[in-house]
């Protein structure tokens, strides 16, 4: 689980853009559905992401297979973390 912060999401969805498309995006732009009594569309914005970015997100992704391949867990806490099915067994008895 990796990919789960927003700033990870948006860097490789910019690198599928990329990869799919040929080109580099304009700008990123997440909007999400708020809902209240009255419901509204929120919008964030953010410019396309640069090389710093995308060597960010290859870096995350080599440590973790670095941590796979040596058959180690490294707790990642992140807003995926309510949701987990690990979250009250396995991820509690983590200590490193
Ligand atoms: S609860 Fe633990 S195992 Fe689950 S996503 Fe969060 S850090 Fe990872």
Redo the contacts with the bound molecule.
């Keep these: ?1 990796i990919l ?1 912060s927003p700033h990870a999401l948006n860097r490789g969805r910019s690198y599928l853009y990329r990869l799919a498309s040929g080109r580099d995006e304009g700008g990123l732009e997440i909007r999400s559905l708020i809902k209240t009594k009255t419901p509204k569309l929120d919008f964030h914005r953010y410019e396309p992401r640069s090389r710093r970015h995308l060597r960010r997100l290859f870096a995350a992704i080599r440590a973790y297979l670095d941590d796979l391949d040596r058959g180690q867990y490294v ?4 807003m ?2 309510n949701m ?1 099915e ?2 009250d067994d ?2 509690q008895h ?1 200590l490193g």
């Excluded at 707790?75 to 992140?78: D, K, S």
């Design positions: 689980m789960r707790f990642r806490p992140g995926g973390c987990c690990f979250r396995h991820c983590w």
